[in-house]
C-alpha cells in the first residue's frame, strides 16, 4: 500500500490532534445485531478448530459425521479413518444426519455469511438450502426428514427459530420477536431462541430462550413446531450459550452441556418437562455439543480435556468413553505436506505465531495445533478474517497443492516475515524462516508485559498456565497478568489465583494471577499484586441478584485493593468518546471520581478499546494535574478459536532494569516508566530526562530539546510529540514508514506534560487492532510554582461527576441507605476537587 511522504520537522503550537479516522476493519458476522459479539462468535456460532467442533450419529450407530479444521469428515466407531466429505472455499461446521441416512445438512461459513447446505452422500455434491445473506446455524433434521429446524438472524438480525422445507426452498419463523424491557448488560433487550431440537415424534421443538430472565442465554422451552405457538418454560438456569440440548429418542430425557454448580460444563441429564437434572460426565474441562445415538444408547460429544478439542462417546447407562481419533486421514483433493522451522539469527529454533493461508484466506494450522482467527477484518482486502496459530518452533501441516501464504511474526521487537511456498500435489517442502531481530529492548531495560489477559473464558479451548506461558512466548511477552473474573456465575480461573508468580515463571518471564472486578455499571478495573486474597464478591450492580447493589464502588474495591498492596488500573475504557451533555447516552464509568479520589495507578490507554478515543480522555485528565502512568492490556481471551488477538496484541514496555521480578514491574508501572504499542517502538527523552521523570525549572521561558526515536514491523503513517494534550511537534519517518530519528527543540513556559506517540490511519496485519499505535507515558514538567491546570477539562469532569451523581441518587437497589450516603459523599468530594481545579 502507498505511504504519504514523510513531513520534516514542524513544532507546533496549539495544534489538536486530528480526530480518530474511521475504522476500516469491520467485525466478522457484522449482520448480527447482538451486544458483545466475541462472546457470542466464539461460545455460539461455530469456530474453525484443529479438532472436532460438531458431530452427528448415522441413522444405523455405525458412524459419525463431524466438523474438523472446518470441513466434514465421516469416521465408522472403532476405525482409525477420517473420510473427507467437503471441501472447496470456506468452512464448513454443525452436520445434521437425515433420518434415511441419504443427506447431511449443515452451515457453510463462506462470502461473509453462515448459509445451510445439503450434502448428498451419495454423489458426494453439496447445494444450497439458503442464500439469504444471514448468520444460519445450527440445523436439525425433523425425525421424518421433511422438515429442517435452524436458528437464523433473518429476521431483525436477531436470533430466531425457523423452520425449513428443503424441498421447496420455504422457511418460516416460527419464534415471536419480542422486547423483553430487561436490563441487560452481555444480551440484547430482545429475547432471543436458540438451539432447536425436535421432539421424537416431530409436534414438537425443545430450545433455549432468555425470555424472562436477565442474565446468561436462558432456560429451556417447549412448543410446538408451527408459528404461533406458545412456548413454555420446563426449566430455567443461567446457559451461556453452549447448552445445546438433545432431545433423547425414548422422548423422555434431554442431554445438555452446563456449568450448573461448577466452573466448567459437563453433560447433564433432564427429564423432557424439565425436573432436577444430573450430571453424566465428570471433570475440570468443558464437555459440550452433545448428540444421542439413535438407540439411545450413547452420546457423541465435544470435550477440551486435553487442552484442543476430542470427540469421544459415552455410553448410557455405564458411563464407559471412547475417543474417537482420526489417525489417518483421506482428503477429497490432491494435498501437501508444508513443514516451517522458524529460527533467530543465530540459527536458534523460536517460539512464533504462523499464519498460512491460500490465495481465497482460507486459513490452514497443524492437526495438532490451537487454530485461531482475527474477530475483525477488511472486506477489500481478503474474504476471512486473518487465521493463525502458535508454533514451538516447527509446524508441519497438510495444505491444498498450489500456492499458499506463510507469514511469521514474533512481537513487535522482531520483523515479520512473509512468504509465498508452492507445494506440489503429494510433496512435501520445508519453508524456513529467519527472524530479523529489530530491537532488543531487554537489554536496555525494558520488558514488555499484556497487563490484561484471561487465560480460561468460556471458549473452545482449556489453557493451563504452561500452554499461556507458550502462547506468550511465541508473542515475544515477558510478563503475563492473568485477570481471574467472573463469567457470568462462575470463575473459571479462581482455582489458579495465588499471590506470587505461577510456577511456569522462569528467568525472564512472568505469568502472575490477579484480578479483574467486573461491574458492569461503573466500569472494569485490574487489580494487580494482591498480597493475600482474592476479593470477592467479584461483582456489583448485577440486576436480580444479591449482588444489585451499585456498592460497593470501584474507589471501595481500589482501597481493598491498596490494603494488599496491589496497583489499580481502569482497562478497555472508551471506543466512542463520552460526553456528559449528551444526557440521551448512560454515563456511569466511574474514572473521573477515583482519579481525583487518588484511587488510580495506570489508565489502559491501550485496550480492547479506541487508543485515540482513549487518549483524549487521558490527557485531559492529564491536564487537570493528575499523574496518570499509560498501561497496555489485550483483554486476550487465549482459550478462544476466535478472539480479538493474543497475548501481548497491545502490550506496555516497563523500565525495570536488567533484573525482572513482579515487585520491579508493579513500581515501574506506577513511575510512568512506561511506553505502550501494538507495534511501534519509541524511545523519547526531554531534556535529557527518561519517561517517567519530573524537570523542574525556574519561572520564565525556556527551551527542552527532545530526542526521539521510532522502529516498527509495519509502516506507521504519524509520529509527534503531544504537550499538554495538543500535538507540538511532527517527526519525518523514513524506511517507508518503519523507522524515524530526531531532535526537536521545544519552547516550555509553563507547567505541563510532553509525551511521544504514533499510529497509523488504518489497519496493518499482522497488528490485529484497529490501527498500529504507540504512544509513551508522559514526562512532566514543573515550571516555577505553576500548576497544571486546565479549567475547560476540569468542568468537563465535574459535569461527568455530575451524571454519576445523578445515577446514584435514581437508583433503587442499594443494599442501605448507608450505601447511598457513602456513595454520594465520595462523587461530591471528587466533584469538588474538579471544580476548585477549574477556578
Not at 126 to 148: F, I, M, Q
Request: aromatic share 10%; hydrophobic share 40%.
Amino acid at each position: 500500500m502507498a505511504r504519504r511522504a514523510a513531513v520534516a520537522i514542524a513544532v507546533l503550537c496549539g495544534a489538536a490532534p486530528p480526530s480518530p479516522a474511521p475504522a476500516q476493519r469491520e467485525p466478522v458476522l457484522k449482520q448480527v445485531d447482538e451486544p458483545h459479539a466475541y462472546y457470542w462468535r466464539e461460545m455460539y456460532i461455530p469456530q474453525a478448530t484443529s479438532g472436532p467442533s460438531a458431530v452427528t450419529w448415522a441413522p444405523d450407530g455405525t458412524a459419525l459425521i463431524y466438523s474438523m479444521q472446518g470441513w466434514l469428515w465421516r469416521q465408522r466407531i472403532g476405525s482409525p479413518i477420517a473420510e473427507q466429505l467437503t471441501t472447496g472455499p470456506g468452512y464448513d461446521y454443525q452436520p445434521d444426519w437425515s433420518s434415511d441416512g441419504r443427506a447431511i445438512a449443515f452451515a457453510r461459513y463462506a462470502n461473509d455469511a453462515i448459509e445451510l447446505e445439503l450434502l448428498d452422500l451419495t454423489a458426494g455434491t453439496a447445494r444450497a438450502l439458503t442464500a439469504n445473506g444471514a448468520v444460519n446455524v445450527e440445523p436439525r433434521w425433523s425425525p421424518d426428514g421433511k422438515r429442517l429446524a435452524f436458528v437464523s438472524s433473518l429476521y431483525n438480525r436477531r436470533w430466531h427459530i425457523f423452520i425449513a422445507d428443503p424441498e421447496s426452498g420455504a422457511i418460516t419463523r416460527v419464534t415471536e420477536d419480542q422486547d423483553s424491557g430487561l436490563p441487560r448488560y452481555y444480551y440484547s433487550r430482545w429475547d432471543h431462541y436458540l438451539s432447536p431440537t425436535w421432539s421424537p415424534d416431530g409436534s414438537e421443538l425443545l430450545f433455549v430462550s432468555n425470555r424472562g430472565h436477565i442474565h446468561g442465554t436462558g432456560g429451556f422451552w417447549r412448543m410446538a413446531a408451527r408459528p404461533g405457538a406458545v412456548p413454555r418454560e420446563v426449566r430455567y438456569e443461567e446457559t451461556t450459550w453452549k447448552a445445546h440440548p438433545d432431545w433423547g429418542p425414548d422422548g423422555r430425557r434431554i442431554v445438555y452441556s452446563s456449568y450448573l454448580g461448577g466452573q466448567w460444563h459437563q453433560l447433564w441429564l433432564m427429564t423432557s418437562e424439565g425436573g432436577d437434572p444430573f450430571p453424566v460426565t465428570y471433570g475440570d474441562f468443558d464437555a459440550t455439543a452433545p448428540r444421542w445415538s439413535h438407540d439411545g444408547k450413547h452420546i457423541a460429544y465435544i470435550s477440551n480435556e486435553g487442552g484442543n478439542t476430542s470427540l469421544w462417546v459415552v455410553d448410557v447407562p455405564g458411563g464407559r468413553r471412547q475417543r474417537i481419533e482420526a489417525n489417518e486421514r483421506r482428503y477429497r483433493e490432491p494435498m501437501a505436506t508444508l513443514r516451517v522451522d522458524i529460527v533467530d539469527h543465530g540459527g536458534h529454533r523460536m517460539a512464533a505465531r504462523v499464519s498460512v493461508t491460500r490465495p481465497d484466506g482460507r486459513g490452514y494450522a497443524p492437526d495438532d495445533a490451537w487454530r485461531h482467527a482475527d474477530e475483525a477484518f477488511d472486506r477489500s482486502e481478503r474474504g476471512f478474517e486473518y487465521p493463525y496459530f502458535h508454533s514451538s518452533g516447527s509446524a508441519q501441516l497438510t495444505v491444498p497443492a498450489g500456492r499458499v501464504r506463510v507469514e511469521v511474526s514474533h512481537g513487535p521487537e522482531y520483523g515479520i516475515a512473509p512468504a509465498d511456498v508452492v507445494v506440489p500435489a503429494g510433496g512435501r517442502v520445508m519453508h524456513r524462516v529467519v527472524l530479523e531481530r529489530l530491537a532488543d529492548l531487554p537489554a536496555r531495560g525494558w520488558w514488555s508485559g499484556d497487563l490484561h489477559v484471561h487465560m480460561n473464558y468460556g471458549g473452545a479451548y482449556r489453557n493451563t498456565p504452561s500452554h499461556l506461558a507458550f502462547q506468550a512466548r511465541a508473542e515475544d511477552v515477558h510478563v503475563v497478568e492473568n485477570l481471574i473474573v467472573n463469567k457470568e456465575q462462575r470463575i473459571p480461573d479462581r482455582a489458579y489465583f495465588r499471590t506470587d508468580p505461577d510456577p511456569v515463571s522462569r528467568p525472564g518471564f512472568l505469568l502472575v494471577h490477579g484480578q479483574e472486578f467486573h461491574t458492569s455499571y461503573w466500569g472494569h478495573i485490574a487489580l494487580l499484586g494482591l498480597t493475600d486474597h482474592y476479593l470477592l464478591p467479584e461483582y456489583a450492580g448485577y440486576p436480580n441478584t444479591a449482588a444489585a447493589s451499585l456498592y460497593p464502588t470501584n474507589a471501595v474495591v481500589a482501597d481493598l485493593a491498596h490494603a494488599q498492596g496491589a496497583l489499580v488500573g481502569y482497562v478497555h475504557p472508551f471506543d466512542t468518546p463520552p460526553d456528559p451533555a449528551d444526557t440521551a447516552q448512560p454515563l456511569t464509568y466511574e474514572l473521573p471520581v477515583d482519579v481525583a479520589l487518588g484511587k488510580v495507578d495506570y489508565v489502559e490507554v491501550m485496550g480492547y478499546s479506541d487508543h485515540r478515543i482513549t487518549s483524549e480522555i487521558w490527557y485531559r485528565l492529564l491536564n487537570c494535574g493528575f499523574r496518570l502512568p499509560a498501561g497496555a492490556g489485550t483483554d486476550a481471551f487465549p482459550n478462544f478459536a476466535s478472539l480479538r488477538g493474543p497475548p501481548g496484541l497491545v502490550r506496555v514496555f516497563v523500565k525495570t532494569g536488567a533484573a525482572l521480578d513482579h515487585a520491579r514491574w508493579l513500581a515501574g508501572i506506577k513511575a510512568g516508566r512506561t511506553f505502550v504499542s501494538n507495534a511501534p517502538l519509541l524511545a523519547f527523552t526531554l531534556g535529557d530526562r527518561d519517561i517517567g521523570d519530573e524537570i523542574r525549572l525556574p519561572p520564565g521561558p525556556h527551551r527542552l530539546t527532545a530526542r526521539v526515536s521510532l522502529r516498527s514491523n509495519v509502516p506507521i503513517d504519524h509520529l509527534e510529540i503531544i504537550g499538554n494534550g495538543a500535538s507540538v511537534a511532527t517527526i519525518p519517518l523514513a524506511g517507508a514508514g518503519t523507522a524515524a530519528s530526531g531532535t526537536v527543540s521545544l519552547p516550555v513556559a509553563h507547567s505541563g506534560w510532553y509525551l511521544l506517540r504514533a499510529y497509523s490511519d488504518r489497519a496493518e496485519l499482522p497488528v490485529l487492532d484497529r490501527y498500529p499505535f504507540a504512544s509513551t507515558s508522559p514526562i512532566y514538567v514543573q515550571v516555577g510554582d505553576q500548576l497544571v491546570r486546565s479549567a475547560a477539562d476540569a468542568e468537563f469532569f465535574a459535569r461527568w461527576i455530575g451524571r454519576l451523581e445523578a445515577a446514584a441518587r435514581a437508583a433503587t437497589a442499594w443494599n442501605t441507605g448507608a450505601e447511598r450516603a457513602e456513595v454520594l459523599r465520595r462523587f461530591g468530594e471528587a466533584r469538588a476537587i474538579f471544580e476548585a481545579r477549574a477556578r
